[in-house]
């Protein structure tokens, strides 16, 4: 472009300036077409590095890392023991990124490694209710320092409704068997068929690694699976739960340590509330109740028919006025 408007009569300077370009960066770019015939920048340097690995190299860490007896092995001890028996010399770091390259960076046993893991193996997409329930436990703060009361807690993914709630003074398995129980029995999913059992989501607590509870769901043909350590966002519903329940305006903060009785009358005022009264953003501002029994979309239809006939009402309503008003 530059070119061309001077060939027009036009100064270099000019166009620069029109242009927002340093003169000398016009001309550098002519200087650098002039000597190397390409706009192209190519760094300083030969292409190839001079201590890059032979080809001999790369094909001995391949044949030695395809064996049998080396698919445990990590970068490390590939790079190792490829040095120790003379086969090849480099860094682990390098051993990596040459297995990457042929596909063969990840794990090569088939076996799942022990650590996070992935996500919960929960239903891609919920279109209903008891297809996945999350469940949890929390800490009740008491009277007497370090003496709790223990909240379970089991909701439906897809409603918000609680399905099932218990207060104990235990952390034992007992309770959460007595938990998962009482859900069974509320929602009577016994009745439906095997593939549609709710998928149970939870933590990796003491309570729900427990034999009798993974016990349990086997018989009931219920799906457990596990969150990942240290990642509450993989069970969000039922910590967001937990996290409502304790920041309500009338929760009281602490309990007496002593008196079941006023634990048990605050949750089973709470929770009835919730579920009935209680409208939940997260669903359309409907209660979990409507949204479980399948009133949610029939709400908020008509909710949507009221608001365009009252916009329709006012309209009509404005169009009928002397044009002497000044307007709405």
């Not at 094909?59 to 003379?86: C, P, R």
């Not at 929390?138 to 370090?146: A, F, G, I, M």
């Amino acid at each position: 472009m530059v070119a061309y408007a001077k060939a027009s009569g036009i100064a270099k300077y000019q166009t620069c300036e029109f242009l927002q370009v340093h003169v000398r960066r016009i001309e550098r770019w002519e200087a650098r077409l002039k000597q190397t015939g390409t706009m192209v920048y190519r760094k300083p340097g030969p292409k190839k590095p001079l201590h890059a690995i032979m080809p001999t190299e790369r094909q001995a860490l391949m044949a030695f890392a395809g064996q049998e007896e080396t698919v445990d092995y990590s970068f490390q001890m590939l790079a190792l023991k490829g040095a120790e028996g003379g086969l090849f010399f480099m860094s682990a770091s390098r051993v990596r990124l040459i297995l990457q390259d042929s596909g063969l960076g990840d794990d090569r046993t088939g076996r799942r490694r022990s650590g996070a893991g992935g996500k919960p193996n929960r239903p891609e997409e919920l279109t209903g209710p008891n297809q996945c329930w999350c469940w949890d436990l929390s800490y009740l703060k008491t009277d007497v320092l370090r003496v709790f009361w223990y909240l379970y807690v089991i909701v439906d993914e897809w409603s918000r409704k609680v399905i099932a709630w218990r207060v104990s003074r235990s952390l034992a398995c007992e309770e959460a068997l007595r938990l998962i129980d009482d859900a069974i029995l509320a929602e009577n999913v016994l009745d439906v068929p095997q593939n549609q059992m709710p998928v149970v989501v939870n933590d990796r607590g003491s309570q729900m690694k427990a034999k009798e509870v993974k016990q349990m769901f086997r018989d009931m043909g219920l799906t457990q699976t596990f969150s990942r350590p240290r990642t509450p966002n993989d069970n969000p519903f039922v910590e967001s739960l937990l996290g409502t329940v304790k920041t309500a305006p009338v929760y009281p903060g602490w309990f007496p340590y002593d008196e079941e009785s006023v634990v048990q009358g605050y949750f089973g005022r709470y929770f009835p509330w919730y579920n009935n009264e209680h409208y939940h953003s997260r669903i359309g501002y409907v209660t979990p109740a409507q949204k479980h029994t399948g009133q949610a979309e029939r709400i908020i239809a008509e909710r949507k028919q009221k608001l365009t006939a009252q916009r329709k009402q006012r309209i009509e309503y404005w169009l009928s006025q002397p044009l002497t008003g000044g307007g709405p």
